[in-house]
T-cell receptor, first 114, second 111 residues
Framework: ETGVTQTPRHLVMGMTNKKSLKCEQH?????MYWYKQSAKKPLELMFV???????ENNSVPSRFSPECPNSSHLFLHLHTLQPEDSALYLC?????????????FGSGTQLSVL | SQQGEEDPQALSIQEGENATMNCSYK?????LQWYRQNSGRGLVHLIL?????REKHSGRLRVTLDTSKKSSSLLITASRAADTASYFC???????????FGQGTRLTINP
C-alpha cells in the first residue's frame, strides 16, 4: 500500500446531497492534493495544500470545498453536485510541494452523481 | 497545451514481449515522471527522470528522455500479465508548481 488511505471507495449521491470525501496519509508528508479523473480526460489538479495552507485552487467550482485540518488529513466536501462531476477523485501526498518529487496516491473514491 | 501526450493510446501485446510507450510535450521541463494505474485504483510512481538525464532504469523498466525532441519513452521488458494497466507521463514545467499529466496509454498483456 502507498500509505495514503481514501474513504469511501465508492459513493453515489443525488444532486441535492451533501457528502464528504476523506483522505489520510501516514507518510509524514507536508503537501496534499486533490485530483479529478474523468473518463477520457487527463488527470486534473483541483487543490493543493502545503503545510495545511491552500496554495492552489485550479478554478474549481464552489460546490467542491476542501479542508485540511492538519498535514495528515484532507477532506473534500461536496454539495449540490452535477452529473458531470461523476469521476474518480484521487488524493495524493508528497514530501514537499514541489514538482521534483514523486506523488503518492490513494486508491480514490469513485463518485457517481445521479 | 502543456500536457504530455502519450502514444499509443492503447497497446496490446503477448506476455514476454517488450512494450514501448512514448510521451511528447511542448515546453521546457524540469523533469518527467511515469506512473502506472491499475483499473479503478490510484496511480503508482515508477520513475522520475530529470531534464539533464538521458536514461534511467528500474528493474524491467527503462526510461529515456530526449529534450531536443521533447519526448520520452518507457520500455517494459519481458512483460507480464500483472503489467496490464494504464501508464501516464507527468511533466514538471519550469515556472509552474504542478505536474501536468497526459491521458495515458492503456497496456494489455495477453497470456
Amino acid at each position: 500500500e502507498t500509505g495514503v488511505t481514501q474513504t469511501p471507495r465508492h459513493l453515489v449521491m443525488g444532486m441535492t446531497n451533501k457528502k464528504s470525501l476523506k483522505c489520510e496519509q501516514h507518510l509524514g508528508h507536508n503537501a496534499m492534493y486533490w485530483y479529478k479523473q474523468s473518463a477520457k480526460k487527463p488527470l486534473e489538479l483541483m487543490f493543493v495544500y502545503n503545510f495545511k495552507e491552500q496554495t492552489e485552487n485550479n478554478s474549481v467550482p464552489s460546490r467542491f470545498s476542501p479542508e485540511c485540518p492538519n498535514s495528515s488529513h484532507l477532506f473534500l466536501h461536496l454539495h449540490t453536485l452535477q452529473p458531470e462531476d461523476s469521476a474518480l477523485y484521487l488524493c495524493a501526498s508528497s514530501q514537499v510541494w514541489d514538482i521534483d518529487v514523486e506523488l503518492f496516491f490513494g486508491s480514490g473514491t469513485q463518485l457517481s452523481v445521479l | 497545451s502543456q500536457q504530455g501526450e502519450e502514444d499509443p493510446q492503447a497497446l496490446s501485446i503477448q506476455e514476454g514481449e517488450n512494450a514501448t510507450m512514448n510521451c511528447s510535450y511542448k515546453t521546457s521541463i524540469n523533469n518527467l515522471q511515469w506512473y502506472r494505474q491499475n483499473s479503478g485504483r490510484g496511480l503508482v510512481h515508477l520513475i522520475l527522470i530529470r531534464s539533464n538525464e538521458r536514461e534511467k532504469h528500474s528493474g524491467r523498466l527503462r526510461v529515456t528522455l530526449d529534450t531536443s525532441k521533447k519526448s520520452s519513452s518507457l520500455l517494459i521488458t519481458a512483460s507480464r500479465a500483472a503489467d496490464t494497466a494504464s501508464y501516464f507521463c507527468a511533466t514538471g514545467f519550469q515556472g509552474a508548481q504542478k505536474l501536468v499529466f497526459g491521458q495515458g496509454t492503456r497496456l494489455t498483456i495477453n497470456p
